[in-house]
């Protein structure tokens, strides 16, 4: 191929791509597609795995878990699921494009087979393009492109699109292999963040900004997120002797990226205040700067800067913060494996996303293969396994159970390993053992608001409903982030004392298609309200998620272990609603 003809190629690969994605969208918008929310879901997820050159690695395993949320004990020679619902999805195109869709731009197909998408796209005046995969060699694939007449279709490989894009396919099976395994070679190894505390000051102030080293030091060390030292008084620093070496079992090259918070005393705001900077020590970039005042302005009281230095330390490594969440992104565009899917996992049960939870599983689940004494991810693949539980799963919560035991075995300082266990114990029904892990959870680290807000949350809705909303309302004091079991607590008590508007305000908030607590509330205070619309619009957002919804209304509750009285009232809001429940359900 000349240069000519391949600056050809590359354009048609571009418009190519462009079409594709341009017509799936399309169809996933239009009305007149009938196909209902997971043939959608699965449809997208075949099209994007095709553009990402992953076909060959498309199973029916991997639908069932990675779009059918299917568990990953799923064998698909005992559940049909997939086999099922992908001739229904064929169906359904088939139909869209020799009715409504015949003037479409582009038609995709679902060859039988397998389960790569086929693309076919006029070209111009009597021709057409093809754009296909690999060819399939499963038993009973069939080939059902067609010819134009005037021009033979040319067949584009997804590794052009990955090209055309500016990825390569490398780069895309890197970020796919690092959760499944799908590598020929160990992937990288993350483990969480370090924070080097940097105080300077004049020399008549240099015991007050001792102190307040000291201060932030404590204050960030609480945090299972980071690991924090003072800066060694010499013009280099070891950061490999930092981070250290976390191999284990299997030597893997471990990553871990080292932030410097530099201060400098009484140069703000008076003799008192202190200014501050969150430095990349890889790139000497700042990342995020700031002022804080000491109230009483007294430079030599290093005290009076406590609530300052929880500020600070929340703001950096709370849940939501600075460097967790700098952390988060890096994870995103560099994943790898241990601390980065304990990022993942945070995030997803943050967003009560049980998609992105099943991702964070897999994550996690493939970390233990190469590190089974990592207390974090442990402790985080416990807290999946009881979020993305459904029903009453007693499988997923005994191994939760275990997982958490085995963490706080580990790490007996760590206040998310007894978080875990709490989260574990509840599930498992062990109320009173998991208010207990709850509170040795916020001794430990009494900074971390998720610990309090989840805490709180667990005690309302077993029934202790005034420590329940304390904690509640202590976590959410922090008005930079908002914690959704908090909020989700204080919708809760609003609804239960009859407060209807203040309950629905609260979980508009929150309003998540995914979230079926957030959505069941959203219905029974839009029904005590008679705001029938918004009533039907969240019966309508769970119906498209969850199969049968009315039946697992009740038993999320019980799930949950609601007390008696509070699914009483949940009830009746339903009721009012429209939702009918069956004497079995």
């Known amino acids: 191929m000349d240069a000519g003809e391949d600056s050809e190629h590359a354009a048609q690969c571009m418009v190519a791509e462009s079409d594709v994605r341009v017509e799936t969208e399309r169809l996933l ?63 359904a195109l088939d139909r869209y494009y020799e009715t409504v869709g015949q003037q479409a731009p582009l038609r995709i197909e679902l060859p039988r087979g397998n389960y790569r998408p086929r693309f076919i796209a006029l070209s111009g005046p009597g021709g057409s393009v093809q754009l296909e995969d690999a060819p399939s060699f499963e038993p009973g694939a069939q080939d059902e492109a067609q010819e134009a007449p005037a021009q033979r279709p040319r067949t584009i490989r997804p590794g052009l699109f990955a090209a055309c894009a500016g990825l390569t396919v ?60 003072t800066q060694p008084r010499q013009a280099d620093v070891d950061t490999a002797a930092i981070t250290g070496d976390i191999s284990a079992g299997r030597p893997l090259p471990p990553k871990s990226n080292v932030y410097r918070l530099s201060v400098s005393y009484g140069d703000a705001a008076g003799s008192g205040g202190f200014s501050w900077q969150v430095i990349d020590m890889q790139t000497n970039e700042t990342l995020r700067s700031g002022v804080a005042e000491a109230e009483s302005g007294n430079s030599e009281a290093a005290g009076e800067h406590q ?60 970390s233990l293969t190469y590190q089974e004494n990592d207390a974090e991810v442990l402790a985080s693949l416990a807290t999946v396994l009881v979020a993305g539980a459904t029903g009453n799963s007693s499988v997923a919560t005994e191994r939760a ?4 035991d085995r963490a706080t075995a580990l790490a007996p300082q760590s206040s998310q390993s007894y978080a875990a266990q709490m989260m574990a114990r509840f599930a498992a029904g062990e109320t009173e053992a998991a208010f207990l892990s709850g509170r040795r959870a916020a001794s430990l680290n009494p900074l971390d608001d998720s610990v309090l807000a989840r805490l709180g949350y667990l005690l309302f809705v077993s029934g202790e409903w005034q420590e329940g909303v304390k904690l509640a309302r202590s976590a959410g004091q922090n008005k930079e982030y908002v914690q959704r079991a908090a909020v989700l607590t204080l919708a809760l008590e609003d609804y239960r004392i009859g407060n209807y508007d203040e309950a629905l305000r609260r979980v508009r908030q929150l309003a998540s298609p995914s979230d079926t ?69």
Not at 51 to 74: C, E, M, N, Q
Not at 311 to 317: F, G, I, P, Y
Not at 322 to 338: C, D, F, K, M, Y
């Open 307 to 366: 609530d300052v230095v929880v500020k600070l330390a929340r703001a950096l490594a709370g849940d939501q913060g600075i460097v967790t969440s700098l952390e988060a992104a890096r994870q995103l565009t560099n994943p790898s494996l241990g601390y980065g899917c304990v990022l993942l996992a945070d995030t997803a049960l943050a967003r009560a996303d049980r998609e992105s939870m099943v991702a964070a599983r897999t994550c996690l689940e493939r």
């Open 170 to 229: 490398t780069a895309l099976a890197a970020v796919y292999g690092i959760a499944t395994g799908h590598l020929g070679w160990p992937p990288a190894l993350s483990v969480k963040p370090t924070i080097i505390v940097d105080v300077r000051s004049e020399p008549t102030a240099a015991s007050a900004a001792q102190g307040l080293e000291e201060s932030l030091v404590h204050a960030l060390s609480q945090f299972s997120t980071v690991r924090t030292f």
């Open 29 to 91: 918008d239009d009305a007149r597609f009938h196909a209902t929310e997971r043939h959608r879901k699965l449809l997208k997820y075949l099209v994007d795995e095709f553009l990402a050159g992953r076909s060959a690695t498309v199973k029916a395993y991997s639908i069932a878990v990675d779009v059918f949320g299917r568990p990953s004990s799923f064998d698909p020679n005992v559940d049909p699921i997939v086999r099922v619902e992908v001739s229904r999805l064929r169906a």
């Open 517 to 585: 607590m957030v959505n069941i509330l959203r219905i029974a205070a839009a029904g005590q309200l008679g705001l029938q619309e918004e009533a039907t619009d969240a019966m309508e957002e769970l119906r498209g998620r969850v199969e049968r919804f009315e039946s697992v209304l009740r038993r999320q509750m019980w799930a949950q272990h609601f007390s008696p009285e509070l699914a009483a009232l949940i009830e009746a809001g339903l009721r009012k609603a429209g939702v009918r429940f069956s004497s079995g359900s």
């Open 401 to 404: 159970l275990k997982l958490a």
